[in-house]
């Protein structure tokens, strides 16, 4: 056992809103500068719908992750071989119009324009070439499915429903969505730091949160190519690839992320995972409907005396383990079992999970009557709008048991808490529920009051940062603002 | 050429031109680490960008090698060149390679002349570099189409040469009586080097060997000590 701590996440589906200001959050402090103006290194995506970059999760056209052959584990993008001869032009390197081209608007000319019978414009303005452009796509195009049904048609994870259920999911005044919050996964196996030439993306070693040395990136790009969530960034003007840093400045100080921080959802929930790192590479080749199991059974129990043991051994600060005990993320993931990796099946091992949504859990009965309680209590997951299936090609693998449990278990917490206050369910039928949920009343209290009633300090258990035991020391939070990372003091100019 | 003139250029200016290389890279890496890179354009323009890159990079590494082999074993390239068919498979092999990295040199100039976002990311220092690269390459190609078979007379004539200078005892004598073109494709060459450190032309210096003997996965421990692990 080689003991291991992660910062993890846990984004609760059915409380996002979708009102971006993750999104804006992150963008104000980190991607504001020249060259990472395209940047969401935090995005919300409308599910179905094609994301961003466009179809990312497409990995026929961007040969993102890890496949498997005979257990052995390969990226799609490259290997050593393939890098010394696609060095020079990378086939998997998506481009500008993948994403969006950024723009701004000419404001002076509002102000500028002479007199004339109509009203001045402010015409968009490329923010790459500083010319006039004609906007065609932005990072958010599919927002509340864009006004058209091309974007959720064009959606990946419709790949395996039926001819019926992609008519449902379109059906007029029955459409359905939900919002995909994204950051970096912040993998245990992750693809960029395996593609990176140049070995300058690393995992720290402390809390796992995954960086780009930017003195040591020389742009060869392969990053970008070989990260199946397209979360790592090349930013055009320095020639540096730039990824999601999980606030790391902020963690150190022990203050949430922004994105986090500014959730008016309150669905992001943070905490620390202690996980057994020897076994990473076998877990990730197992065969997919293994897969989601396989990546829950890395994370080790905090309270396990051997655990303990064997992570003091690897110098894990007692301070540490205290916050993985007392972490959310454990609590979701692996007590209650309500929260799943997206796209385990790109065998990363993204460190970031998802409680399905339930929200859109309505009967597609035609007369508009929905029976609530029948016989079958959970009838209404398997005939959602958002068909199983749909929702297993986010989050199982495309293998409907993991996400069919999670839904399950929260449909019988909300009939549970329903027979307490409400009282139109009988309170045996919410016991019923909930042992066919394999959900007791002490855990359905508990989902209840991390799920509702979480205060700032239940979501968010940052460990200690230790910067004692550090090598570098960093005085203040905002010393390094504006410069290219630590340890020099440039800006992050452009090469000569 | 004169005899100071020769002095001067083939004898005083490489050795000025590897001082400025090496010192310039040093402080460069040294002092702006982070202005290390290749500065890719891919991004922004995929098409164009693989039919001139892709034949530009395999045509000048082919090429560079080459110029490497036959300073580095002269002898095995003349015993090679004894049979005249052999011959004629290298110098072929060379120009096709040479024509290669012209195409894509020339693409490479088009491209960034004519598409907006490339030209964005195109300095003035950046031409510079095409103009000199441009101008070594068609002086490459001059010198091999008419003063042929220049893998026998490089290894006969420039590797002792190179090799003298090597040696801190120049001796120009194998250059001096060579053509005009052949020199001036010498002394731009020195110039290239010269230019080097403070051009993307660095980015050569920092071709990723390791990668291709290290461990896929990387993880930094930023803790003083950290038992258990090493």
């Known amino acids: 056992m080689n003991v291991r701590s992660q910062i993890s ?27 990472t ?44 071989a393939k890098t010394v001869f696609n060095i020079y032009h990378n086939p998997s390197m998506p481009t500008m119009d993948d994403y969006y081209e950024p723009w701004t608007y000419d404001y002076q000319h509002l102000f500028n324009a002479p007199e004339g019978p109509d009203q001045p414009t402010a015409r968009p303005i490329s923010m790459v070439t500083g ?23 064009n959606d990946p994870n ?92 902020r963690i150190e100080t022990g203050q949430a992320p922004a994105c986090f921080h500014s959730c008016v959802g309150r669905i992001r929930y943070l905490g620390v995972l202690l996980y057994d790192a020897s076994r990473i590479e076998e877990m990730a080749g197992k065969p997919d409907e293994e897969l989601v199991e396989a990546h829950r059974s890395l994370i080790l129990d905090p309270n396990d005396p051997e655990v303990i043991a064997a992570a003091r051994a690897n110098g894990i600060h007692d301070s540490v383990i205290e916050t993985a005990q007392k972490s959310p993320v454990y609590q979701f993931v692996k007590e209650w079992k309500i929260a799943l990796p997206p796209h385990i099946e790109f065998r990363t091992m993204p460190m970031l999970f998802y409680v399905p949504p339930m929200s859109p859990v309505m009967s597609n009965r035609t007369d508009g009557k929905i029976e609530h309680v029948s016989e079958d209590l959970f009838h209404d997951i398997d005939e959602a709008r958002v068909p199983m299936q749909f929702l297993a090609n986010l989050f199982g693998a495309g293998h409907e048991s993991k996400v069919r449990y999670a839904l ?61 035991e550090a090598l570098q020391m960093l005085d203040g939070v905002f010393e390094h603002k504006q410069a290219a990372g630590f340890g020099f003091i440039s800006g992050p100019q452009r090469g000569m | ?46 098409q164009q960008h693989f039919w001139s890159l892709v034949p530009f990079h395999y045509g000048i590494v082919t090429v560079l090698a080459g110029h490497v082999v036959a300073f580095l074993l002269p002898r095995h390239i003349l015993a090679w060149n004894s049979v005249p068919l052999r011959l004629y498979v290298l110098e ?77 005892s120049p001796d120009i004598n194998f250059v001096a009586m060579l053509p005009i073109m052949v020199k001036l494709h010498i002394i731009s060459a020195y110039t290239l080097i010269a230019m080097a450190p403070f051009t993307r032309l660095v980015h050569i210096l920092v071709m990723p060997n390791p990668y291709l003997w290290r461990k896929p996965q990387v993880v930094r421990w930023y803790r003083r000590f950290v038992p258990g692990v090493s």
């Open chain 1, 37 to 80: 103006e395209y940047m969401w290194w935090n995005n919300v995506e409308t599910k179905p719908g094609t994301g961003f970059p466009t179809r990312w999760e497409d990995q026929d056209k961007y040969h993102g992750g890890w496949q498997a052959k005979d257990g052995k584990l390969e990226l799609k993008s490259t290997s050593k």
């Open chain 2, 92 to 168: 072929i092999s060379a120009l096709i390679f040479g024509l290669l990295t012209l195409t894509g040199l020339i693409g490479s100039v088009i491209r960034r002349l004519t598409v907006p976002k490339i030209k964005i990311v195109t300095t003035s220092l950046d031409w510079h570099v095409f103009l000199l690269l441009l101008f070594q390459v068609v002086s490459g190609l001059y010198v091999a189409v008419f003063h042929p078979w220049g893998s026998s007379w490089f290894s006969a004539a420039l590797s002792p040469y190179l090799w003298s200078l090597v040696k801190f």
């Open chain 1, 408 to 468: 399950r278990k929260q449909k019988a917490v909300r009939w549970y808490r329903r027979a307490l206050t409400v009282g139109d369910v009988t309170m045996e039928t919410a016991e019923r529920m909930l042992r066919e949920a394999d959900c007791t009343k002490e855990e359905a209290e508990a989902i209840y009051k991390l799920t509702s009633l979480c205060t700032f300090d239940d979501r968010f258990v940052i460990p200690p940062a230790h910067r004692e």
């Open chain 1, 131 to 153: 010319e006039l452009i004609n906007i065609e796509s932005g990072p958010n195009w599919d927002d509340d499915l864009g006004g058209s049904p091309i974007y959720a048609a």
């Open chain 1, 9 to 35: 996440m846990v984004f609760h589906l059915d409380k996002c809103i979708g009102c971006h200001t993750c999104s804006i959050a992150c963008k104000n402090i980190w991607t504001d500068r020249k060259g």
């Open chain 1, 158 to 249: 419709l790949k395996g429903l039926s001819a019926e259920q992609q008519a449902q999911l379109q059906a007029v005044e029955r459409l359905v969505f939900f919002y995909f919050p994204r950051i970096c996964n912040h993998c245990l196996n992750p693809g960029c730091v395996a593609a990176c030439p140049s070995g300058a993306l690393y995992k720290r070693g402390e809390d796992g949160i995954v960086l780009v040395d930017q003195t040591r990136c020389r742009g060869w790009r392969a990053c970008v190519a070989a990260c199946p969530y397209k979360k790592v960034f090349y930013n055009w003007s320095t020639g540096k690839s730039e990824k999601c840093i999980l606030c790391f400045p």
């Open chain 2, 1 to 46: 050429m004169s005899a100071a003139a020769n002095q001067l250029l083939l004898v005083v200016f490489p050795y000025v031109a590897m001082l400025i290389f090496f010192l310039g890279t040093i402080y460069r890496y040294r002092n702006a680490p982070f202005t290390y890179s290749s500065l890719s354009s891919q991004f922004l323009e995929n």
